[in-house]
């Protein structure tokens, strides 16, 4: 384990070298949602915490770089880093091939199946004829709204800027259900404010709409250089068992991804 340990921080310290000394000095901005519990929200006192947060925070140490959080609506995110507004994604967003066609990602470093939501008692069968008429509310931007509006071409898709306001949406009736990340709903359905409602049906896990997992989202003209240091912090993040840590402080069960 040791061994392992410092092969990885060796890594990351070959990757960092590899940038230019002006790019290793400016601070970096990686773009959240700040939206997003348990991987991303603001807390009473208006701070930015949850599991990637953390994450991101832990690699930047590893990187020995200076990194400023800026919380933008996950919509706005891809724009803003090809605007140059940030210059990473740390936004649970999933690794697809129509999204590569527009950014680079780092390795994954997370996953999790999507599920649908409704309220507790709702028919467990979700396939496109059982929900024919139904009200799905997603995430606009998502895999979730890319596969309902794919899969599901008899129901009514609405499309919400955040996933909490689909929450409330959903115990108001006013949508007859919703498509989430699993590990993301979770604590909400665990929560006072997610009482009545429940998983309905199985995981869906569409390699074609939900990618290979989770990773950091790059400009493609930085895949080599701060793609490559990430990806030996996340390396090294794992390695030293700080991941497992940081994870089990939110999840009760492994979110990182499966080796194939």
Known sequence: MIRRSLAALAAVALAVAVLPAAAQSKKLRIGVEGAYPPFS???????????????????????????????TDFDGLIP??????????????????????????????????????????????????ALKGKKIG????????????????????????????????????????TLVDKYAVDSFLKSDAGKGMAFIGP????????????????RKADEKTLGAALNAAIDAVNASGEYKKLSSKYFAYDVAPKKK
């Open 203 to 218: 995981d869906i896990d569409d390699e074609k709409y939900f990618g290979i997992g989770i990773g950091v989202g790059l």
């Open 80 to 129: 803003a880093l090809q605007a140059r507004k940030i210059d990473a994604i740390v936004a649970s967003m999933s690794i697809t091939d129509e999204r590569k066609k527009a950014i680079a990602f780092s390795k994954a470093y997370l996953a999790s199946p999507a599920i649908f939501v409704a309220k507790s008692g709702t028919k467990g069968d979700v396939s496109p004829a």
């Open 41 to 71: 929200e603001v807390d009473a006192k208006g701070e930015l915490k949850g599991f990637e947060i953390d994450l991101a925070r832990a690699w930047c140490v590893q990187m020995k770089r200076e990194c400023e959080l800026v919380k």
């Open 138 to 177: 997603v995430q606009s931007a998502t895999t979730f709204e890319t596969y309902i509006a794919a899969a599901y071409k008899d129901s009514t898709v609405v499309r919400y800027q955040t996933q909490d306001q689909i929450y409330l949406e959903l115990k108001a009736g006013r949508v007859d259900y």
